[in-house]
């Protein structure tokens, strides 16, 4: 079971590295661009436009409510020093954390997208990759770790989620008189992991020498890696001469997990088109994975933690856990919903259009964990093909200084979009004469720059090829 455990947690690893939306906050206000489809699909760009596998549109986000340098580095005395150093009392560094510590990650990559215009309807359809984690950490865990050696700390609210899939779909976005639009999506969905871990009960008890506690919680995790009837009682793998874990066959053989989703939209134009009102549901759907590649487990009981193996990197764990698989055979599989988001803008443009004052609310949720954001922005429309914001998101902690700015060139041809929604404009420095914070620079670099108060990260980019500007909009 263990061997089961340390993949699946590799694998949530490898995602939190490589990310987690084309959600673009900053984007949703840009007439030229794509993106702002993927948050609303009544919102469609101004021309046709085709994605491409070779330049492949992506959108890369890391979303928190704790994650930043200035919650962790302190300057004493005219020195940087960690959380952990003596010099910050617990109060100090406990007070600046909410109560659950929320980080969410999303990769999403458009491999093929097309989208064009039957008179005033706006038609698309694609191919995407998807991967999103979320991980709820109780605030306990940092006080146990800055008071450790004292103290009995309850860290029950503790989860972790992660999920792969890719999706199928078709849109469209139409007008139902002269002021209204409403836009649909439907989505295919092909699941290819999914993995969730709540702790119902998780208490440790922090000793100097030892960490003692209770564990109590549910595990189950779904994917191609591995179909149930190979695993043996012990936790391994038993394959036959002719199956090839690692070939491609074989994880395309298991792409047995499936599901639909929607995306419902609507755009209010008023005032003479001066004020735009909007609102979206976003990934409204399920998957549902399939019995043959479903496992799950439990941990119930005691246990006790003394520190690490150097030899083996596993850590000295003693007590009675009890992690035996769940219904090792009879698998039901289960079913589980996107994670879904809910967006609603406002939007005021002055100079025939030529600058707009823009308003987005942006949820969305993840199982237990929910994340809302408020992002304002200016939006300059210099031409028909240049479109140029910049934003604040407030809310989960984003304090002043820290901006998004996108860019979107859209002429007749090539559709180009470059932004980012946390830009952090307060930077702290690192140079060698700092070993109090813990970092150790490459040889080749004196001084270090890391952003100060950034919680969150959204980059994105995309390279598509233009078509079809439709009549009703080269009228306007």
Avoid at 53 to 73: E, H, K, M
Avoid at 160 to 166: R, T
Wanted: glycine share 10%.
């Amino acid at each position: 079971m263990k061997k089961i455990i340390t993949l699946l947690l590799a694998v949530v690893a490898i995602f939190s590295v490589c990310s987690l939306s084309a959600q673009s906050r900053t984007s949703y206000f840009m007439d030229g661009s794509y993106f702002r489809t993927e948050m609303n699909p009544a919102l469609a760009p101004t021309r046709g436009y085709i994605v491409i596998p070779l330049l492949p549109t992506i959108g890369q986000s890391y979303s928190s409510n704790f994650a930043s340098v200035d919650n962790f580095i302190y300057r004493k005395d005219g020195e940087l020093v960690t959380a952990l150093n003596s010099a910050v009392s617990p109060n100090e560094f406990l007070g600046r954390l909410p109560e659950l510590c929320k980080s969410g990650e999303r990769l999403d990559i458009n491999l093929l997208g097309v989208g064009f215009y039957t008179k005033k309807i706006f038609w698309n359809f694609g191919v995407g990759a998807h991967a999103r984690s979320i991980v709820g950490i109780s605030k306990d865990l940092f006080s146990a770790v800055k008071t450790l050696g004292n103290g009995v700390f309850d860290l029950g609210d503790t989860s972790i989620g992660a999920d792969v899939y890719f999706d199928a779909y078709l849109g469209a976005s139409f007008p139902v008189c002269d002021w209204l639009n409403v836009g649909v999506r439907g989505k295919f969905l092909v699941g290819v992991i999914n993995l969730q871990a709540q702790f119902d009960q998780l208490s440790a008890n922090v000793g100097t020498d030892m960490v003692t506690g209770v564990l109590h919680g549910d595990w189950r995790s779904n994917g191609i890696l591995f179909e149930n009837k190979y695993i043996t009682s012990d936790g391994g793998f038993s394959y036959p001469d002719n199956v090839n874990p690692n070939s491609l066959d074989y994880l395309m053989g298991n792409l047995k997990s499936f599901g639909a989703a929607i995306d419902l939209g609507v755009e209010a134009h008023l005032l003479d088109d001066h004020l735009k009102l909007s609102a979206a549901v976003v990934d409204l759907g399920f998957i549902k994975w399939a019995p043959q590649t479903h496992i799950g487990g439990h941990f119930v009981g005691d246990f006790s933690y003394e520190g690490f193996d150097m030899d083996t990197f596993e850590p000295i764990v003693g007590g009675d856990i009890n992690d035996d698989i769940l219904g090792l055979n009879s698998y039901n599989g289960y079913s589980t919903m996107l994670n879904c988001s809910i967006n609603v803008g406002a939007e005021y443009n002055i100079l025939n259009n030529h600058i707009a004052f823009g308003l987005l609310s942006h949820t969305e949720f993840y199982n237990n964990v929910t994340m809302s954001e408020l992002t304002a922005s200016v939006n300059f429309r210099a031409t028909n093909w240049l479109t140029a914001t910049v934003s604040h998101t407030f809310l989960n902690g984003n304090r002043p200084g820290i901006f998004g700015a996108a860019l979107n060139i859209h002429p007749g041809g090539i559709n180009l979009f470059v932004g980012a929604d946390f830009i952090d404009t307060n930077w702290v420095k690192y140079t060698r004469d700092m070993p109090e914070t813990g970092m150790t620079l490459p040889l080749s670099m004196n001084t270090l720059y890391i952003p100060r108060y950034a919680k969150s990260l959204n980059i994105y980019f995309g390279l598509g090829f233009n078509f079809g500007r439709p009549k009703h909009l080269r009228e306007n």
